[in-house]
């Protein structure tokens, strides 16, 4: 999805959160964005975490820089593979 919607974006951060120590409603909805064109995914099979409030810091147990690749972004080597969106 990254692929999708954020091709040629620099200074990305890519957040782990541990949604049991969120202060603030987390709800997972469609991007905000609409879908650009060729993209291989529809707002209708997407959804993605939005956080109404403010973001407490204890619920970040982890932080990566997220850079685009030769092929595309790819999951960061340092964050668990059990964090990655399906």
Same mark, same amino acid.
Request: aromatic share 6%; glycine share 4%; no cysteine.
């Given at each position: 999805?990254? #692929?999708?919607? /954020?091709? $040629?974006? =620099?200074?990305?951060?890519?957040?782990c959160i541990d949604e049991s120590n969120l202060s603030a409603e987390l709800r997972w909805e469609a991007p =905000?964005? %609409?879908? %650009?064109? +060729?993209? #291989?995914?529809?707002? $209708?099979?997407?959804?993605?975490?939005?956080? /109404? +409030? $403010?973001? #407490?810091? $204890?619920? !970040? !147990?982890?932080?990566?820089a997220f850079r685009e690749g030769a092929t595309g972004f790819e999951w960061p080597p340092n964050l668990p593979q059990n964090s990655r969106p399906d």
């Open positions: 999805m990254a #692929n999708d919607l /954020y091709r $040629e974006q =620099a200074d990305l951060l890519l957040l =905000a964005h %609409p879908t %650009p064109m +060729g993209a #291989n995914h529809t707002i $209708e099979d997407s959804a993605f975490p939005h956080i /109404y +409030g $403010e973001l #407490n810091l $204890e619920a !970040v !147990v982890a932080t990566s």
